[in-house]
């Protein structure tokens, strides 16, 4: 009998990890080639940003790694032209935990870079702390920065005809909220630093990535650009690098067991960023390389024009 219950035991277990390793997961089905085309991936140094940044390039795009980092970011530039043969792959300094250097990032990239396709706002953290600017760290990485970045490269985005803005969330958006009250006393979307209460405010920093692509597809009706957001999956990458030693230690067998890979990682993004024909979808959330229904919240026409309000008037914009 307990011979039974053991083999059955493992079976299901082989089949869970077969299933979330290899089956679950859909593949972007593009041919699209990106020569001539030039693309910004923010975080393209490692994990899902890596990844998509190499396909990219494997296709033939000016990819452009918009990275805090630059010895982790050359190191990136150089394996990245390895792997894809491309030597149209370039390192510019973006720290979106500083508004001047979102500035003078765009700033730099405008006058030396006649075009811009794509632009991918993958770059993102789960750890408490401050930006330079005195904003919560998560807010002011994982929505803020990527808003300002966004706005001031859009003139360039809409000349270029048909150019498309992927914006990388997460599942987590599901728990999130948005605390304007909090925002303001604290331009932070929630308070506590326990790894509970930064798993949270996380999750609120995702809500903001959905609704910033909500409300943004409405601003870009009428012309050439549209966008998306996302959940890439559940993938083995550095973002718990920063959490509570005891949860990386407690994560480490479930990630290796039912964490997909990078490449795994990139294929929504790159869904987002190639496939033919979802024009018709500007605004939506993608997962598993396939438009989805999101809750109520995630689509609320005044959170996310709030959203945009507060964001202008905190990067000032307005
Ligand atoms: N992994 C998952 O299961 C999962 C699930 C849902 C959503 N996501 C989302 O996927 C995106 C990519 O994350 P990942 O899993 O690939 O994590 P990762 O391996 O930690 O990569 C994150 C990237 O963001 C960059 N970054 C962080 N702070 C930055 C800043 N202030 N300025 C510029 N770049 C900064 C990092 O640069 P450094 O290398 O210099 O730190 C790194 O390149 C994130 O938006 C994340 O929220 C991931
Ligand atoms: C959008 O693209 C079409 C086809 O290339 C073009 O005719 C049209 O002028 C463009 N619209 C704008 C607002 O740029
Ligand atoms: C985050 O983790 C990285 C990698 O372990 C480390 O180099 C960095 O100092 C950490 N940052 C903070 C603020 O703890």
Same mark, same amino acid.
């Given at each position: 009998?307990?011979?039974?219950?053991?083999?059955?035991?493992?079976?299901?277990?082989?089949?869970?990890?077969?299933?979330?390793?290899?089956?679950?997961?859909?593949?972007?089905?593009?041919?699209?080639?990106?020569?001539?085309?030039?693309?910004?991936?923010? =975080?393209?140094?490692?994990?899902?940003?890596?990844?998509?940044?190499? *396909? &990219?390039? @494997?296709?033939?795009?000016?990819?452009? !790694?918009?990275?805090?980092?630059?010895?982790?970011?050359?190191?990136?530039?150089?394996?990245?032209?390895?792997?894809?043969?491309?030597?149209?792959?370039?390192?510019?300094?973006?720290?979106?935990?500083?508004?001047?250097?979102?500035?003078?990032?765009?700033?730099?990239?405008?006058?030396?870079?006649?075009?811009?396709?794509?632009?991918?706002?993958?770059?993102?953290?789960?750890?408490?702390?401050?930006?330079?600017?005195?904003?919560?760290?998560m807010f002011g990485v994982n929505h803020l920065g990527h808003f300002l970045l966004t706005n001031l490269l859009l003139e360039r985005l809409k000349e270029g005809g048909a150019a498309r803005i992927v914006n990388v969330?997460?599942?987590?958006?599901?728990? =999130?909220?948005?605390?304007?009250?909090?925002?303001?006393?604290?331009? *932070? &979307?929630? @308070?506590?630093?326990?790894?509970?209460? !930064?798993?949270?405010?996380?999750?609120?920093?995702?809500?903001?990535?959905?609704?910033?692509?909500?409300?943004?597809?409405?601003?870009?009706?009428?012309?050439?650009?549209?966008?998306?957001?996302?959940?890439?999956?559940?993938?083995?990458?550095?973002?718990?690098?920063?959490?509570?030693?005891?949860?990386?230690?407690?994560?480490?067998?479930?990630?290796?067991?039912?964490?997909?890979?990078?490449?795994?990682?990139?294929?929504?993004?790159?869904?987002?960023?190639?496939?033919?024909?979802?024009?018709?979808?500007?605004?939506?959330?993608?997962?598993?390389?396939?438009?989805?229904?999101?809750?109520?919240?995630?689509?609320?026409?005044?959170?996310?024009?709030?959203?945009?309000?507060?964001?202008?008037?905190?990067?000032?914009?307005?």
């Open positions: 009998m307990s011979t039974y219950l053991l083999i059955t035991g493992v079976a299901v277990g082989v089949y869970v990890v077969v299933y979330y390793k290899f089956v679950k997961g859909a593949q972007c089905k593009s041919k699209a080639k990106l020569h001539g085309k030039t693309v910004i991936i923010t =975080g393209g140094n490692t994990g899902i940003g890596k990844a998509t940044a190499l *396909e &990219l390039a @494997r296709r033939g795009a000016r990819v452009v !790694l918009a990275c805090r980092s630059r010895p982790r970011a050359e190191a990136a530039v150089n394996d990245i032209k390895e792997k894809s043969g491309s030597s149209e792959v370039v390192y510019r300094q973006l720290d979106l935990a500083s508004l001047e250097s979102v500035r003078s990032f765009a700033e730099n990239f405008l006058k030396t870079e006649p075009r811009l396709d794509l632009l991918i706002n993958n770059a993102g953290l789960l750890m408490g702390g401050r930006t330079e600017d005195g904003l919560g760290m969330a997460s599942l987590g958006h599901r728990f =999130g909220s948005i605390d304007f009250d909090c925002l303001s006393a604290h331009k *932070e &979307l929630g @308070r506590g630093s326990s790894t509970f209460g !930064l798993m949270k405010i996380y999750s609120h920093s995702k809500l903001c990535n959905v609704l910033f692509t909500h409300e943004l597809a409405k601003r870009l009706q009428g012309t050439n650009v549209t966008c998306y957001s996302l959940h890439p999956g559940t993938i083995n990458t550095e973002l718990s690098r920063n959490t509570s030693r005891v949860l990386r230690v407690l994560l480490l067998p479930i990630t290796a067991l039912f964490f997909r890979g990078v490449e795994a990682g990139s294929q929504t993004t790159l869904h987002c960023a190639l496939q033919e024909d979802i024009e018709r979808h500007s605004g939506r959330y993608f997962s598993d390389c396939a438009v989805q229904e999101v809750d109520a919240k995630a689509r609320d026409d005044a959170v996310a024009r709030k959203l945009w309000e507060v964001s202008e008037t905190l990067c000032g914009l307005r």
